[in-house]
């Protein structure tokens, strides 16, 4: 049955009854899993999941602003597009005024910076995610940071402006350092023993996406060594970790050992329907053998078709579905997979998976001309490659 997303988050955060496997009349309640992990598509809302989760678990007093309420009050700390929001970038070219990143202080940046001054720790996580060359720069009060830029010959250029790439990679660093810090708290079995009381209300922690930018490397070192905090957690402490990368969720389920002896209960894929309800669906493996990844991918894109419903992420999901055979066939370009004018078809694909194409200006349905690409390239996949034949479709 389908759900609205505070129902969702409402069984994520639920312990739930069920019938004893050797005495059926007998119901056993099981707790909330240590980790949750749920895969879904871009769009789909992850992000809007956690704040739901978010209001759920601690609801805002009446009056009470975003990120005013004590550190000691919060429940749930959560990493996503809304913490995000909490840095920006000050440049004003009018006064030539050099950029900097703003930092917009609430009780966790407060804590990890101000009182526990792990700001080398958090230079260290990004150099390491990005570039040793690439130094970020705080001020006295932690209210900003500017970055430099090593060019060799020791030539320094200072105050630059990084990526966005670049900005999320910094701003997960200082969640990683904060998530290290009270992970060694609530560590501490006996609350009296512990440096502060800030976290001791904590329960849940939410991570939604971190950092989707980084490339394969990187994001397996990230997805072990969140497993590697997550497994060094002896408390009551949960996590719901989302994300729509299938590589970031293998990791995560192999490092984390879910497959083994039930755990696997924890492992979800969250599904939008057309009428805005979803589904939170169970799924045991990681995403090779549970989701059938490249398999759902199929089945929506020819749901589309036979429902004459092809939209412009068809396309994305169609140049996703080219991608991974090509890999697991061993081309180096997907693009290699196409039919006899590849060229064309490449170019048609990729104007309708760019940026630009995606972006709010451009928001024109594809033709029926267009539609009928997205079928002839389908069908030419799965005629054209053994690959297919082999998994039943």
């Known amino acids: 049955m389908s759900k609205t997303l505070t129902e969702v988050a409402q069984q994520l955060s639920t312990p739930r009854s069920v019938k004893n496997k050797k005495t059926t009349e007998v119901e056993v309640v099981k707790q909330v899993p240590k980790v949750q992990l749920i895969y ?53 070219l009018e006064w030539d005024v050099e950029p900097k990143l703003i930092i917009q202080p609430n009780a966790f940046t407060r804590w990890v910076l101000e009182e526990q001054g792990q700001d080398q720790s958090i230079t260290a996580t990004f150099q390491d995610y990005t570039s040793d060359k690439l130094t970020p720069h705080f001020s006295d009060d932690f209210s900003s940071v500017s970055f430099s830029f090593e060019r060799g010959n020791n030539q320094q250029e200072p105050h630059i402006k990084i990526s966005k790439g670049e900005e999320s990679n910094f701003i997960w660093s200082v969640f990683n350092a904060l998530l290290e810090q009270l992970i060694s708290e609530l560590n501490i079995a006996e609350a009296e023993n512990r440096s502060t009381d800030a976290f001791n209300k904590l329960a849940y922690v939410f991570i939604d996406d971190p950092v989707s930018s980084l490339d394969e490397n990187h994001l397996i070192e990230l997805a072990v060594n969140l497993a590697g905090l997550i497994k060094s957690s002896q408390s009551d402490l949960k996590f719901i970790i989302t994300t729509h990368s299938p590589l970031f969720y293998n990791v995560l389920h192999n490092e984390l050992d879910l497959s083994k002896k039930g755990k696997n209960e924890g492992c979800y894929l969250l599904e939008r329907h057309e009428d805005g309800s979803f589904d939170l669906t169970v799924k045991h493996g990681d995403s090779n053998k549970s989701f059938s990844y490249h398999l759902h991918l199929l089945q929506t894109i020819e749901q589309a078709i036979a429902d004459s419903k092809v939209e412009r992420f068809h396309f994305t999901l169609l140049r996703n579905l080219y991608e991974k055979t090509a890999s697991f066939l061993g081309y180096p370009k997907w693009s290699e997979l196409l039919p006899d004018d590849k060229q064309l078809y490449y170019s048609r694909i990729i104007n309708f998976t760019s940026h630009s194409t995606l972006s709010n200006e451009a928001v024109a349905q594809p033709t029926p001309a267009e539609s009928a690409t997205v079928k002839l390239l389908l069908n030419h996949l799965k005629n054209s490659h053994g690959f297919w034949q082999q998994q039943g479709v």
């Open 40 to 92: 879904a598509f871009n769009g789909t809302g992850k992000t809007r999941l956690s704040r739901a989760f978010k209001e759920l678990i601690a609801p805002k007093a009446e009056g009470e602003e975003a990120q005013a309420s004590d550190l000691a009050d919060k429940k749930v700390l959560y990493y996503s597009a809304f913490t995000e929001d909490l840095f920006y970038w000050e440049n004003d």
